[in-house]
T-cell receptor, first 113, second 111 residues
Framework: DAGITQSPRHKVTETGTPVTLRCHQT?????MYWYRQDPGHGLRLIHY???????DKGEVSDGYSVSRSKTEDFLLTLESATSSQTSVYFC????????????FGSGTRLTVV | GESVGLHLPTLSVQEGDNSIINCAYS??????FIWYKQESGKGPQFIID?????DKRQGQRVTVLLNKTVKHLSLQIAATQPGDSAVYFC??????????FGKGTTLSVSS
């Protein structure tokens, strides 16, 4: 999607290994989000950021950490990947909290074996 | 649990028909609602939004209706086309918090 890219697009990793997913934006938006999408659950919020070095937990944050050292990049780290973290991960950005839709990236499909 | 849900997980229509996708929300404090479309292998794409001070909003071939009395949201797609086949999500925003998404309805359009 224009202005937001996720990398990698696909990844297979082994249980117990650390994994980092990257979200990069060129829109200079303040707010960035990580969601996971699973069948039967829709999109669930993992973590979000409201500025450089300002982050907070979402609904399903256990086992995940995030970092935002500059406006354009928001990293999601799985400290020690588990099979339950097999999912499709989406990053989203928005310029403001009220009355703005989110722009989503194309997603990262992560498989933990 | 989910504060936003959809009445039907799947909806099948014929090309040219009008489609109606429904969504119920539980939080009366929600003041902003969005419909997203997600095609296979892609991220959700913004379709249309509506604020709680409105009952109806129209876009190109799409209309969103909001009934705050029964906490119900619907998306109407006019003259549905095969390219409309996708998963549709409603989302709600509660006083500036992060968007909460429903589980989605899969729309299948046959020609």
């Amino acid at each position: 999607d224009a202005g937001i890219t996720q990398s990698p697009r696909h990844k297979v990793t082994e249980t117990g290994t650390p994994v980092t997913l990257r979200c990069h934006q060129t829109e200079n938006h303040r707010y960035m989000y990580w969601y996971r999408q699973d069948p039967g659950h829709g999109l669930r919020l993992i973590h979000y950021s409201y500025g450089v070095k300002d982050t907070d937990k979402g609904e399903v944050s256990d086992g995940y950490s995030v970092s935002r050292s500059k406006t354009e990049d928001f990293l999601l780290t799985l400290e020690s990947a588990t099979s339950s973290q097999t999912s499709v991960y989406f990053c989203a950005i928005t310029p403001g909290l009220r009355d703005y839709g989110y722009t989503f990236g194309s997603g990262t499909r992560l498989t933990v074996v | 649990g989910e504060s936003v849900g959809l009445h039907l997980p799947t909806l099948s229509v014929q090309e040219g028909d009008n489609s109606i996708i429904n969504c119920a929300y539980s939080n009366s404090a929600s003041d902003y609602f969005i419909w997203y479309k997600q095609e296979s292998g892609k991220g959700p794409q913004f379709i249309i939004d509506i604020r709680s001070n409105m009952d109806k909003r129209q876009g190109q071939r799409v209309t969103v209706l909001l009934n705050k009395t029964v906490k119900h949201l619907s998306l109407q797609i006019a003259a549905t086309q095969p390219g409309d086949s996708a998963v549709y999500f409603c989302a709600e925003n509660q006083a500036g918090t992060a968007l909460i998404f429903g589980k989605g309805t899969t729309l299948s359009v046959s020609s």
